[in-house]
């Protein structure tokens, strides 16, 4: 995702795809559970193959997968949390005083119940009208969401991207700060490597260690947030006061 949709081709399929015998450990993603819950979501047509990685990180790795509906392919985006991967001790903080899920019972476990906090986090913005992929299915310890890209190559991170007006694209990702404030959950983790641009519009990502507002620490990590955001706008061109700024999404 990192490359910029100008310049990335099309992986070829017949290269790339992954089929559901040819499943492997790869990256530390696909250990054996992970396996078995991958052709679970296969064998309930959640998506047919798994085509190519479109990132991977040290705690998850994103695959572009593709559905077949009634005959029309459609791509997916499947997003596995590393059972075999460092651990999530670091991320205990973001689980404190939420109860929508149990208290960990080891390092496995703490995997999953991040997998589905990501999913439920996408959840609570979607319904709220917040740019994020549209979530599909979760189970285990994989994340099944909307595939954000065109003809089958995914749109590329804010980081990278070309930006006709910094100012413009600053105003929506406030908005959509905004509604995830009215939503009360903040990211926590929000910067330009966490924002997609998708048709030319800011995509949130990356929110399964997403806050709600009651957390003892949410103005905190809503602060921070604001100011990586900021920050990288300043540098294209596009500043605003932080105070005028946080009142917005506070309002």
């Known amino acids: 995702m990192a490359m910029k949709l100008s310049t990335r081709k099309r992986p070829e399929r017949s290269d790339k795809m992954i089929k559901e015998h040819q499943l492997k450990f790869s990256e530390r993603a696909f250990d054996d559970n992970t396996i078995k819950t991958l052709k679970y979501l296969m064998n309930n047509e959640i998506f047919s193959s798994l085509d190519y990685p479109i990132q991977h990180g040290k705690e998850a790795a994103v695959y572009r997968g593709t559905a077949n509906h009634d005959g029309r392919e459609e791509f997916v985006a499947v997003k596995i949390f590393k059972l075999e991967g460092p651990s999530f001790q670091k991320k205990l903080q973001y689980l404190e005083g939420d109860k929508r899920f149990d208290r960990p019972r080891g390092k496995r476990h703490m995997v999953k119940i991040f997998a589905k906090k990501e999913f ?16 599909i299915k979760h189970r285990d310890n994989v994340v099944v969401m909307e595939f954000l890209g065109e003809n089958g190559v995914p749109s590329g991170l804010l980081k990278n991207a070309q930006m006709d007006s910094p100012k413009k694209i600053l105003g929506q990702v406030l908005e959509n700060m905004q509604r995830m404030h009215r939503a009360k959950i903040v990211h926590v983790d929000l910067s330009e490597f966490n924002v997609i641009m998708h048709k030319g519009m800011p995509y949130i ?8 507002l009651h957390h003892p620490q949410s103005e905190e990590f809503l602060r921070r947030d604001l100011l990586n955001v900021l920050k990288f706008f300043e540098k294209n061109g596009a500043k605003m006061d932080f105070e005028e700024a946080l009142k917005y999404i506070n309002s």
């Not at 986090?121 to 709220?128: G, Q, R, S, V, Y």
């Not at 990502?205 to 709600?212: P, R, S």
């Open 120 to 135: 439920a986090n996408l959840k609570i913005c979607h319904e709220a009208g917040v740019r994020v992929p549209r979530p």
């Open 205 to 212: 990502i990356d929110v399964g260690q997403a806050v709600l």
